[in-house]
């Protein structure tokens, strides 16, 4: 086989790809596999997807800032995740729109897992901090 070349299941396409784990008890929280999305796609008008589905992207390519650590943004279809029981943390004019508390958590154990911002002054998306996820299964 060639450098390079593109052939099913060598994992050179698929390099980009990952899907989410809750680190507490190992729930699968992606809907598919999220590819990295170009810089391009991305999409900051008011009431939009930041980027396609089941697609994310690196904070610092958004140009985003969180009073919190959080490292990519999934687009928010392409997540199972569950609204947090404390409904202060899901405030905003039409929609959540805190930056600075995790507002989602894992649908089986209940952990905070991500931010979801989904507002009418802003773009849809949920911010992941690498620390509550793992991408791949634990066990």
Known sequence: MRLGRREKGTGIKEKNKMELYCKKCNQKLTKGPL????????????????????????????????????????????????????????????????????NQICPNCKSEIGLLIDDCWTPRFIAIDSNKISKKPLW
């Open 35 to 102: 590819s990295q999305a170009k810089v391009s796609s991305i999409n900051h008008g008011d009431e939009k997807d930041l980027v396609p589905l089941h697609q994310y992207v690196f904070l610092a390519e958004a140009e985003y800032n969180f009073e919190i650590p959080i490292d990519f943004l999934v687009n928010n279809k392409s997540l199972n995740l569950d609204n947090h029981t404390e409904s202060i943390r899901l405030q905003g004019c039409c929609g959540p729109s805190e930056f600075g508390q995790l």
